[in-house]
């Protein structure tokens, strides 16, 4: 995929639905990625190595970056630099969020002894998705949640 014209929300969240994972890629292009977000149950998402925006499209939910809590529904915009902590609790059954990775693959920046690095984060290289279990973003694992 090398141009975007529109990617149907609604149409995508119907795609999400089925996938194992709760996140889907929908465009990458050099530095960017955006994905649409729909955490299960539990929203277990680690720090990134790149900058993030979250645009809510649907439901509501608590967000929580670095220890702070602010409320968030539709049409609400979040940014959590690379290396920041940060999830969603307290989601509704709908809830939703675009995320859009951008910028350069930063080398793990969160608080000494919390991190586990791994060769890719350090060296800004993707890492080998299958082999790791991730796909589509540059992630560093914080240790067992």
């Known amino acids: 995929m090398t ?11 119907f795609a999400l639905a089925r996938l ?10 050099s530095d960017l990625s955006v994905e649409l977000f729909a955490p299960r149950v539990r929203d277990t998402q ?3 190595a790149q900058d993030e925006l979250h645009i809510v499209s649907s439901g509501t939910a608590t967000f929580s970056r670095d220890q702070v809590y602010t409320e968030v529904k539709v049409g609400d915009l979040l940014f959590v630099p690379a290396g920041v902590d940060h999830r969603f609790e307290r989601f509704s059954e709908d809830f939703r969020t675009w995320v859009i990775f951008f910028g350069q ?8 002894n919390r991190m586990v690095h791994h060769d ?6 993707k890492p080998n998705h299958a082999s790791v279990g ?3 973003r540059y992630s560093c694992p914080l240790g067992v949640f």
């Open 20 to 29: 194992p994972t709760p996140f889907a890629v929908l465009f990458e292009r």
């Open 120 to 125: 890719s984060c350090r060296s800004g290289t």
């Open 105 to 112: 693959v930063h080398p793990c920046q969160v608080r000494p």
């Open 3 to 13: 141009d975007l014209l529109k990617r149907d929300e609604a149409e995508q969240a």
């Open 134 to 136: 991730w796909s589509g």
């Open 46 to 48: 680690t720090p990134h």
